[in-house]
Each structure stands twice: as C-alpha cells, then as structure tokens.
C-alpha cells in the first residue's frame, strides 16, 4: 500500500469540508469544515487528530480562499500536520453528478472538466460548486494529481429496466432523464464492508444497504453490481427523508399549485425543505433524536412519522428482494441507520417474511460494525457506519 497523504474535499455552494488521510495506515490526520463561503460570517472549524479543534471567524470571499485558508492551517507551523504541500500526494474530490459518462472514479483532466461541466444541468446546485473546487484547488496545487470520486458511479450497473421512468423514450434520449442514484460510495463502501465481515466474496451476495440520513436512499446489489437504487434523476425520489418527500404521485404537484396559488418551482421547494419527516411531524423536527424522544412520551405525531419512515423502507426492501430474487444480508448506514436502534426495529418488524430476528443486545451497541441478526436469523442484518472519506481517499489512491 502506497504512503501519501490524501486531502479530501467535499464541496458544497458555500461550503467545503476536508479530511487529509493517510493512504497506509487509513487514519484521519486532520480534518475540518469551511462554512458561509462568500457570504457574510465565515467560520473554518478544524480538527487536527489528537490535537485541540480550533474555530476561526474569517471572510472567505470564494472556495480559492477557503482552500488557501485550509492548505495554510495544514501547513501551518504550529498547529498544521504536514510542514508543506509537498507531503499531500493526491486530492480526491467528492463530485455528486456525473451523468452517464462515468461509471467509475477518474483522474481530473480538462476533458474530465467539461464532461462534469456537462452535468450541471442534473445536479445544479452540487456539480457547479465541486467545479469550483476543484479549480481552487488545481490553482493552488498545480502539480498535486487529483481524482474525481462520484455519488452516481456505483448505481451506473444498473440494468435498464430499473433506470428507465415510464415516460416518452424520448425524453431519456433527448435529456437523459432516467435513475441515477446517489450516496454511491457509501452504498459500495458498506456492501463491501459487509462481504468483508460475512467472509463470503462480495459477487455471491445478494445485499440491501440502507443509507438513512437526512438524505436517505437505499440500494440492491447483487453479484457485485448495483442493481437499483431508490433516489433517482435527482435526489428526491424515494424514501421519506429529513425534509425531502420521497415518492409521491407526480399529479400532486399540479394540485397542490393549484390550491395554493403556488409555481411549481415553490412547490418543489415545499417538497425538498419542508416535507420528509419535517413535514409529516407537523413541521416538530427533522431530528431523529427528537422525534424517538417524542415517540417514546406518545406523541401522535412523532409516532405516525416514524411509522411511514419505517414502513417506507420496508417496502424498498421488498420490492429489492423481489428484484434479486432474495437477499442474503440487509446494511444499516448513516446519521440513523448507525444510531438509532429503535428505527432498525421498527423496519425489521415488517420483514417476518426474510426469517429475520433482532439481537435487540447487539441492536444497541454503536460506533462499530455489528451484527445485529440473531444466529439463527435466516437473512443477516449488519450496522456498519460508513465511512465515504476513506472510501473516496482509496479510490484516489488506486488510480494514482
Ligand atoms: P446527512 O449526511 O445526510 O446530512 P447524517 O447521516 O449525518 O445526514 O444523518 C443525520 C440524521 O441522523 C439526523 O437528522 C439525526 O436524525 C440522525 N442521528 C444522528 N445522531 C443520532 C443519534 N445519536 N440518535 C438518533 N439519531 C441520530
């Protein structure tokens, strides 16, 4: 195994997050997160491993200056981890779209440039901003090789009948509308950690992972190879989510414009920020925490929120098993799946049908992968937190 730092960089329209890990030994050296990029109240918060964290209030006018701001705390001589740039080998940037064209992580070239670039349009919030960084940071590490890792790549194995919508071909010829899937390095990541502790080779398996986060998507890999994904052109479709709906019958759109005397584009608004367990909780919280705490005192609210979220994605996973005729092992991921033992059970309450049964013991212990299926549970149900840094440093390095 290769021995360079890797910086990974996850940039959204005002933010950056960071991590530098090392290649061989996989340890976070240091990490930490620019917040309000180019608007007022800028803040880098940064985290050097066994080290204290420091907050800095400062402007950052761009993402050029939120990357000269991280690459000098890196470096910096009292409280950086690297004395200079040189001992960065490589930076692995997290890029949410990348169409059909890339069905796997690349080295950035130009060309790499303009097909991202050609993305836009499906990921318009997320790819301009990844652009941006990437440019902020080939300014200022000219020579440093870097590699773009994507949320869609992992699903691109998925046949045709589970991208295609049911609408005009055309519109799939003519714009590409069809499912792509994200989360897609946690969703590989976590069914190869899975294979990994199962001891079983990763193309035997017939694996579920759910990804539930404030964003949450679900997915089917069989063989090896993704099969289907719950989100689709964008990241709305699926499952119930902090504040995003999830699926709906599209004609509510229209009617609730109607109605309320609103454009669609408000209304999609409505759908992305104030619907998911938000909305369903009558606007009480999007929080987990909060909604088991109020769950557990009873309230009607907390406890039909749960419900459908729980219910929605025990559906996902029938409608996986159907779709690889069976599963073998069903993943727990991400901000709820990884803490919240009480919505692990709630879904396993519907899957009698798989032969599963909790080890509610084993159920309650986190931060760690743990098999939380009793032995004599006949389909496996593993937690294992994700880990998308190290996962995008890896890739990074391979291609190096
Ligand atoms: P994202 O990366 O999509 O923003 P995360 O994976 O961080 O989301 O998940 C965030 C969600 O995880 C929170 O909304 C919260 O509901 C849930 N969560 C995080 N920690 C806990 C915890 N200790 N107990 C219960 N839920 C938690």
């Known amino acids: 195994m290769k021995d360079i730092n890797v910086l990974v960089i996850n940039c959204g329209s005002s933010s950056l997050k960071f991590q530098l890990i090392n290649s061989k030994s996989e340890e976070v050296i240091a990490k930490g997160l620019c917040e309000r990029i180019g608007i007022e109240g800028g803040k880098m918060t940064y985290s050097p491993a066994g080290g204290e964290k420091k907050e800095t209030v400062t402007p950052m006018k761009n993402h050029t200056q939120a990357v000269g701001l991280v690459l000098d705390t890196l470096t910096d001589a009292e409280i950086g981890v690297v004395k200079s740039?040189?001992?960065?080998?490589?930076?692995?940037?997290?890029?949410?779209?990348?169409?059909?064209?890339?069905?796997?992580?690349?080295?950035?070239?130009?060309?790499?440039?303009?097909?991202?670039?050609?993305?836009?349009?499906?990921?318009?919030?997320?790819?301009?901003?990844?652009?941006?960084?990437?440019?902020?940071?080939?300014?200022?590490m000219p020579k440093t090789p870097m590699a773009a890792v994507f949320d869609t790549a992992?699903?691109?194995?998925?046949?045709e009948e589970a991208y295609l919508y049911g609408i005009p071909y055309r519109y799939y010829e003519d714009y590409k509308i069809r499912r792509y899937g994200f989360h897609g390095t946690s969703h590989s990541y976590v069914s190869h950690r899975a294979a990994e502790l199962l001891k079983r080779e990763y193309e035997d398996l017939k694996i579920i992972v759910c990804h539930l986060g404030n964003g949450a998507s679900i997915s089917a890999i069989k063989n090896g190879r993704c099969v289907d994904t719950s989100m689709g052109l964008t990241p709305l479709e699926g499952l119930i989510m902090g504040t995003r709906s999830g699926d709906l019958d599209p004609a509510i759109i229209e009617f609730l414009c109607n109605k309320e005397g609103k454009s669609v584009n408000e209304i999609l608004n409505v759908l992305n920020k104030e619907s998911g367990v938000l909305g369903l909780s009558g606007g009480f919280s999007s929080d987990f925490r909060d909604l088991e705490k109020a769950y557990r005192a009873g309230d009607p609210a907390a406890i039909r929120t749960m419900k459908a979220f729980a219910y929605r994605v025990a559906k996902y996973v029938g409608a996986y098993t159907a779709a690889?005729?069976?599963?073998?092992?069903?993943?727990?991921?991400a901000g709820i799946g990884e803490n919240n033992p009480l919505t692990r059970t709630m879904v396993a309450s519907h899957l009698g049908y798989l032969g599963i049964e909790l080890d509610e013991e084993a159920n309650a212990i986190r931060g760690e992968d743990v098999l939380i299926s009793t032995p004599e549970s006949r389909t496996k149900v593993f937690v294992i937190p994700t880990n998308e840094e190290l996962a995008i440093a890896r890739e990074t390095v391979a291609l190096i």
């Open 154 to 159: 992992f699903h691109q194995t998925m046949p």
């Open 324 to 333: 690889m005729n069976g599963v073998d092992v069903i993943c727990f991921t």
């Open 85 to 140: 740039l040189d001992e960065i080998g490589a930076v692995g940037h997290r890029i949410v779209h990348g169409g059909e064209d890339f069905a796997s992580s690349t080295i950035i070239t130009q060309e790499v440039i303009k097909a991202i670039e050609k993305c836009n349009d499906l990921a318009p919030l997320h790819n301009p901003a990844n652009l941006i960084g990437i440019r902020a940071c080939m300014e200022l």
